[in-house]
């Protein structure tokens, strides 16, 4: 999996307060390929954001400002990319994670 | 955004069958960031694994043989790889595109 190695490369911002945080990167391609069937594909992408951000709140305490989204859209792929960085106070175990 | 970079630089199978296929790829990083803070932190990345899918399945019908995941962990940090190939008959709008 050369995933690793793709996140190692991203380039984190280099203070230490930035490193030491605890961080969730979720990353979402949605390939439609709608030139191969000539069928317009519904764009779900935004939806599965909404969604994908409320699961990660069932497991750590994170409000709006620790939240970055990104999203790009070429042709019929759609890429979108939620950075959350986890606060420190948030780490107690949830509820849901021992359930 | 190097993201649509590293999406196409995924070496895919090159039958066109294969190709052709409208996929969904999700990948989740967990950097715990553990050796800064020295707090033991929940892995929490495989309950994220069951939710996300339960998402995913809202908005299209998948099987079980539409799904691979790989999971793999080096020291504080876990990385999910989900690849969802979505079957052709799936993509009419489910109720919830709609919602």
């Known amino acids: 999996m050369g995933l690793f190695n793709f ?5 984190e911002v280099k203070n230490s307060a ?3 945080k605890e961080r969730l ?5 949605h390939q439609r ?3 191969h069937s000539g069928i317009k594909k519904p764009d779900f992408i935004n939806k599965l954001q909404d969604d994908i951000l409320e699961v990660v709140k069932k497991y750590v305490n994170i409000g709006h400002n620790d939240i970055k989204i990104d999203i790009d859209s070429q042709g019929d792929r759609s890429v979108l ?3 959350v960085t986890i606060p420190e106070e948030s780490n ?3 509820q849901a994670l021992n359930a």
């Open 18 to 20: 930035h490193i030491a």
């Open 25 to 29: 990167q979720i990353i979402v391609s």
């Open 7 to 11: 996140f190692k490369s991203k380039p």
């Open 81 to 83: 990319e939620l950075n």
């Open 33 to 35: 390929n709608e030139a």
């Open 92 to 94: 107690q175990p949830k």
